[in-house]
């Protein structure tokens, strides 16, 4: 690799150190008695459900991103349609979008990259459950969302044109296909914010006894499981907020049970921060080490989660929730649920701190939904799917339509939580 | 950052001699033991025995044996998914195939359902769940629902 490489290398470790810095005196402040007021910064960023880039995507919930180089204001490029994401952590975004600032194939004007002391740039393959999975490299970026700002947090660029191939050890799931084009993504990006500081966490680190496939160095074009320490993994940028970095509340208007074109709500940062996130009567749900709560139906209990990532609520089976699936009568629906009138359900989600509350929704006809307003619709809040088969059920998975109509709010492993919150995993609370 | 994997790599080959599992006999088992460096708990079951595998990396896998001691079910529960190709052995396939015929959808859980192989794989990052079975292998009288 040419100097100019190495030289940013060097000046990517400078500005982490700094970010660390910076960090610290933020959180200096918390942990007295007395916190030492912060200047109040916009907090809050529009954020929409509507058809995505390519007019096919249903109930994903997008904001757009302002991406600049390290230390810049001017050098940067806005990234609309970027999905919001409370079921992962980090933010990931089309090497397409990134414009001049794409760091993939060796652009000198691209962004900084996370490298070894041989100048081997950091890859990530990312596996999601659904068996998709985002491959590129680690860059470094400022990322702004509303007035905060996340200095040098590093993220990943989805290759359309990966320098490596995948390598086969990372797709454990069996091949699901790249989400290095946009009509695969669905939107431009990734931003999740769920309840984890990073994608990996200590399972990555040098000091783990085994690592996943999920990090990887591709000297000489061999890609190999790299350990990677916590300060360069993927990292959700909340927590690099200087402030109203303990969490999110995702906010969503009610809409109609037919469904909507779009629906226009909020992302906003922190949690008990500023008077637009104080957690009010909102009971609190901690999480597990996988981040999840107990959520029981029928007297049976299953993991639980609030997932904006996920785009239906994906309850059970068909049998088990005794509603029918659409692959009866329409074989591309199949997966989907569609009852001849809408189901109203009611689960109790149990926290791992013992607080319990009911969560309700109600399921309606896909294969209606999707006729609706001349196909017209993409915003539903009663779309629903099997998360299981009919011979095992084993997810509760509150995706966006339980978002409706309600703040949500997602609050950080190890970050300063509101006195009546804990945090040991992060919580979510309705 | 270092490298230490390079060494992790040449390890974990050494300890995977062969794929096995689902369709294969019990013995497969310690197989996916040494595969996944974890514990094994044995409880007998019903018509079925269920092996416990608990990994080092916090992935739990569980597997279904018969009487007649092959392995019918496998679930898994972890921070990571469990490698398909090493639990599923000549099913593998199957999903694969299934894969290619249905291209997985964003955000939604992953449902494979064919005469040969039932596969579900749901969750989110750092938290994946997911169970496969294979129904023709179903003891007598053992409902698939035992597969969770």
Not at chain 1, 273 to 287: I, P, R
Not at chain 2, 10 to 23: E, K, R
């Amino acid at each position: 690799m040419s100097s100019r490489d190495h030289s940013r290398s060097t000046s990517v470790c400078f500005l982490l150190v700094l970010a660390a810095a910076i960090t610290l005196a933020a959180c200096g402040g918390g942990n007295n008695t007395t916190t030492t007021p912060v200047t109040p910064v916009a907090n809050s960023a529009t954020a929409e459900v509507n058809s995505g880039p390519g007019g096919n995507s249903t109930n994903m919930l997008f904001v757009s991103v302002n991406v600049c180089m390290p230390g810049s204001t001017t050098n940067c490029q806005t990234i609309d349609h970027v999905q919001v994401d409370t079921g992962s952590y980090g933010l990931r975004v089309l090497s397409s979008a990134l414009g001049s600032l794409d760091p993939s194939t060796g652009n000198s004007s691209g962004l900084p990259t996370i490298q070894d002391s041989s100048n081997n740039v950091l890859q990530e393959c990312v596996q999601f459950a659904d068996s998709t999975y985002a491959w590129g490299p680690v860059a470094v970026a400022d990322v702004s969302i509303s007035g905060e700002k996340a200095s040098s947090v590093p993220f990943q660029v989805i290759s359309a044109n990966p320098l490596y191939s995948v390598p086969s050890s990372c797709l454990q799931l069996g091949n699901g296909g790249s989400l290095g084009s946009q009509s695969a993504l669905m939107a431009n990006g990734i931003i999740g914010v769920g309840v984890f500081p990073d994608d990996c966490g200590a399972s990555c680190t040098a000091s783990s006894s085994s690592v996943p496939n999920e990090y990887y160095l591709c000297p000489s074009g061999k890609c190999s499981v790299a350990t990677v320490q916590e300060t360069n993994q993927v990292a959700n940028p909340v927590v690099y907020f200087p402030s109203d970095n303990n969490g999110v509340v995702v906010t969503l208007p009610d809409i109609s049970a037919d469904g909507v074109a779009s629906a226009s709500g909020s992302i906003t940062f922190g949690i008990g921060t500023q008077s637009d996130n104080a957690l009010g009567s909102a009971k609190v749900f901690t999480v597990d080490g996988y981040g999840e709560f107990a959520s029981s139906y029928g007297g049976v209990s299953y993991p639980g989660y609030l997932d904006t990532g996920s785009n239906g609520l994906f309850f059970l089976d068909g049998t088990t929730a005794g509603i029918a699936d659409c692959g009866q009568t329409d074989v591309n629906f199949t997966g989907w649920y569609c009852p001849g009138s809408p189901v109203q359900y009611t689960v109790t989600n149990t926290g791992a701190n013992g607080t319990t509350g009911q969560a309700q929704f109600s399921i309606a006809n896909t294969i209606t939904l999707f006729t609706n307003g001349s196909g017209g619709f993409f915003a539903f809040n009663d779309l629903g799917g099997a998360g299981g088969t009919d011979a095992s059920n084993d997810i509760i998975d509150l995706g966006l339509p339980f978002f409706y109509g309600k703040s949500v709010f997602v609050g950080i492993m190890g970050q300063t939580a509101p006195s009546n919150a804990t945090n040991t995993y992060g919580y979510f609370a309705y | 950052m270092k490298t230490t994997l390079g060494i992790f790599v040449t390890l974990l080959l050494a300890v995977a001699p062969a794929w096995a599992t689902l369709g294969e006999y019990e013995s497969s088992v310690s197989v996916d033991r040494q595969y996944l460096r974890g514990e094994v708990r044995q409880q007998a079951m019903s018509g079925y025995t269920v092996h416990r595998i608990a990994a080092a990396n916090g992935v739990t896998v569980r597997e279904y044996v018969s009487p007649k001691g092959i392995v019918f079910g496998v679930a898994w529960t972890g921070q990571f998914a469990p490698n398909m190709q090493q639990l599923l052995g000549s099913y593998f396939s199957d999903l694969e195939q299934a894969q290619r015929a249905t291209p997985p959808r964003r955000g939604r859980p992953l449902v494979v359902k064919t005469d040969r192989l039932v596969l579900v794989s749901a969750g989110h990052m750092r938290g994946f769940h997911g169970h496969a079975y294979a129904p023709d292998l179903l003891p007598t009288n053992v409902s698939a629902e035992v597969v969770r």
